[in-house]
């Protein structure tokens, strides 16, 4: 069965760090790009950046740049988001994802095209 699990998720003041990890069950990561994903109360699933199958290509958006990083490690298949100077507006829950499609800088980060999805972890920021 394929199943990916995130893990890490948690409660912070704002200005901590979290690094949230996700783990590929039953499926290899590596000849995939993975995405982060979070969705805040009565707000729908936003996007937060992206990693190509072998991580040369890297995507933000605008409201994590600086803050945020996204790595993977395909040997482990796993991937990870490391969140720094976290803000309440951050507050959701995150999902990491997985599938066959491009991570480019002038690309949308489009949840549709992704088919693997984690059950989310709950990040909760307070200020």
């Known amino acids: 069965q394929r199943q990916f699990a995130e893990s890490g998720g948690g409660s912070v003041q704002s200005g901590g760090s979290l690094r949230l990890s996700c783990v590929a069950n039953?499926?290899?990561?590596?000849?995939?790009?993975v995405a982060w994903f979070r969705q805040a109360p009565g707000k729908g699933r936003e996007a937060v950046a992206c990693?190509?199958?072998?991580?040369?290509?890297?995507k933000y958006v605008d409201s994590v740049k600086g803050r945020f990083t996204i790595s993977r490690d395909n040997a482990k298949n796993e991937a990870y988001l490391q969140m720094n100077s976290l803000k309440p507006e951050d507050t959701g829950v995150y999902h990491c994802?997985?599938?066959?499609?491009?991570?480019?800088?002038?690309?949308?980060?489009?949840?549709?095209?992704?088919?693997?999805w984690g059950q989310g972890t709950q990040v909760t920021v307070s200020s």
């Open positions: 994802a997985a599938d066959y499609t491009p991570c480019l800088a002038g690309r949308p980060i489009a949840p549709d095209e992704y088919d693997f």
């Open positions: 990693i190509s199958m072998a991580g040369g290509s890297i």
């Open positions: 039953g499926f290899t990561l590596e000849s995939r790009a």
